[in-house]
């Protein structure tokens, strides 16, 4: 029902910044929250970062607090990443998902959706 393609990835030295964006297509829910997950190569995947659908409420991991920040503009359909300061450790496959009931959880299996990726590559 619904659709997500994120894009904006691409490989930058430590300290740029990128920006991701996903874009919902299909079904659209009123109270769709968007959450970012990261997977590096042998690793599980992770939390980013979460927002619920008017934009107030927004959940971060420790480890991109003050680097990088989530938003949306609803009437776009699109949510982005803006990623600042990033690090070799920040390298991955960030994924964007949707929850159609809204928790912008951290909980990876709350989401009901997910995007292919796209890939992030920081360079030391």
């Known amino acids: 029902q619904v659709q997500l393609v994120e894009s904006g990835g691409g490989l930058v030295q430590a300290g740029g910044s990128l920006r991701l964006s996903c874009v919902v297509s299909?079904?659209?829910?009123?109270?769709?929250?968007m959450g970012w997950f990261r997977q590096a190569p042998g690793k599980e995947r992770e939390f980013v970062t979460a927002?619920?659908?008017?934009?107030?409420?927004?959940n971060y991991a420790d480890s991109v607090k003050g680097r990088l920040t989530v938003s949306r503009d609803n009437a776009k359909n699109t949510v982005y990443l803006q990623m600042n300061s990033l690090k070799p450790e920040d390298t991955a496959t960030y994924y964007c998902?949707?929850?159609?009931?809204?928790?912008?959880?951290?909980?990876?299996?709350?989401?009901?959706?997910w995007g292919q990726g796209t890939q992030v590559t920081v360079s030391s």
């Open positions: 998902a949707a929850d159609p009931y809204g928790s912008g959880s951290k909980i990876l299996t709350l989401y009901n959706y």
């Open positions: 927002i619920k659908w008017n934009g107030d409420s927004t």
């Open positions: 299909g079904r659209t829910f009123s109270n769709l929250a």
